[in-house]
Structure formats: C-alpha cells, structure tokens
Nanobody, 119 residues
C-alpha cells in the first residue's frame, strides 16, 4: 500500500525558510518521480517542483531560484528547501508521486502540510 506523509510545514515570517519532507512507502522501485504541489484558498492547485527517477528537476517560475527539490532515494524521501519565502507562498503543500521514473501522472498524494508566511 502506497503512502506519502508530509512534514515540516509551519509559520514563518516573510524572507524566512522552511524545509518540507515527504516520506514515501510502498513503492516497488524507489527511483520514481515525485513532486510538490500547493493550493492556496480560492486558487487552483499549482505544481511547483518535480524530480524524476533520473534526478532531473523542474520548477514553476514562481519558485525558481528560491526553492530546491531533492530526494534521498535510499530512504524514498522527498524534500523541498524553501528560501526567501513570501506571503504569496502561503498554501497547503502536497507531495505527490508517479510510480514510474518519468513524471507522467501523479496517482498518489499525501495529506498535505500547511505553510503560512506572514509579512
């Protein structure tokens, strides 16, 4: 049974940093695609960063240069280091995964962790 469990959310002031983690379990191959998404109240869900089984990363323009996605394949744990946080980064952050190496379809989702940035 696949499970994704996020942690690390919280409240931080504008310009601060947070690191989110997502522990995955139940995947046959730990070298699978994973990504971070977020959804703010009243807004659509936004994909912010992905990392595939080859280690290739992609970022949304809104976070490029401020957020860094990484993965510990041995632990099957995904991270995102978020620096220079802004009020507009406030959202529920979700971890998601595709069972394959290439990011095609995120079929598995975590429960989310709240990030609040106050100005």
């Amino acid at each position: 049974q696949v499970q994704l469990v996020e942690s690390g959310g919280g409240s931080v002031q504008d310009g601060g940093s947070l690191r989110l983690s997502c522990a995955a379990s139940g995947f046959r191959d730990s070298r699978h695609c994973m990504g971070w998404f977020r959804q703010a109240p009243g807004k659509e869900r936004e994909g912010i960063a992905t990392i595939d089984g080859y280690g290739r990363t992609k970022y949304a323009d809104s976070v490029k240069g401020r957020f860094t996605i990484s993965k510990d394949t041995a632990k099957d744990t995904l991270y995102v280091q978020m620096n220079s946080l802004k009020a507009e980064d406030t959202a529920m952050y979700y971890c998601a995964a595709d069972a394959g190496w290439v990011c095609l379809e995120f079929n598995y989702w975590g429960q989310g962790t709240q990030v609040t940035v106050s100005s």
